[in-house]
């Protein structure tokens, strides 16, 4: 019985939980001001779970990677305000709101407002890696003029 999974409780503090704070990637610079925490899914006694629940947090002027891949995934806004690139359109966010990025999706997450942009993002354990976009679907992008004055790379 001591192998066994066992229920619990992760404790939070001021948007901080009781696991690892990450830095949000190890490598490059096409992204700024960004932490993770993985809250479920990769702890001990967590692989019945189908999937990764991870905690976000952009500082005021930070954004995530512009990135795609074939898995989908929810995001919801738990902190702060900010905007989102979704494929060729840029959308606000507020707290609770609550975004789908389908599959093949680029997608760039930045905190706009004086507070950080903080969000749960819930992912398949089993998923592809991310994909940066080519030039031609950068060209795309910034043909859009929305999602041009948002885009950084």
């Given amino acids: 019985m001591a192998d066994e999974p066992r229920s619990k409780i992760i404790r939070s503090r001021d948007y901080r939980w009781e696991v690892p704070l990450r830095e949000y ?8 001001d960004i932490t993770r925490q993985t809250l ?14 991870r905690y976000f947090e952009i500082q005021p002027g930070g954004y995530s990677t512009l990135e795609h891949h074939a ?3 929810s995001v919801v806004v ?7 690139i979704l494929g060729d359109r840029v959308e606000p966010l507020a707290l609770h709101d609550v975004v789908y990025i389908a599959p093949h ?12 942009l903080g969000f ?8 592809d890696r991310p994909v940066l976009p080519g030039d031609d679907e950068l ?9 041009h004055r948002r885009l950084r790379t």
């Avoid at 967590?46 to 999937?51: H, I, P, Q, V």
Wanted: charged share 30%; net charge negative; with cysteine.
């Fill in 78 to 84: 738990i902190r702060g305000r900010g905007e989102v």
């Fill in 120 to 127: 749960l993002c819930i992912v398949d354990r089993e998923r």
């Fill in 40 to 53: 479920l899914g990769e702890g001990s006694g967590e692989g019945a779970l189908n999937f990764i629940t």
């Fill in 71 to 73: 898995h989908p995934h």
């Fill in 105 to 116: 999706t680029l997608h760039q997450f930045h905190a706009t407002g004086e507070e950080p």
């Fill in 139 to 147: 060209a795309e992008l910034e043909a859009a003029p929305e999602v």
């Fill in 25 to 32: 990637k190890s490598e490059g610079t096409h992204f700024r």
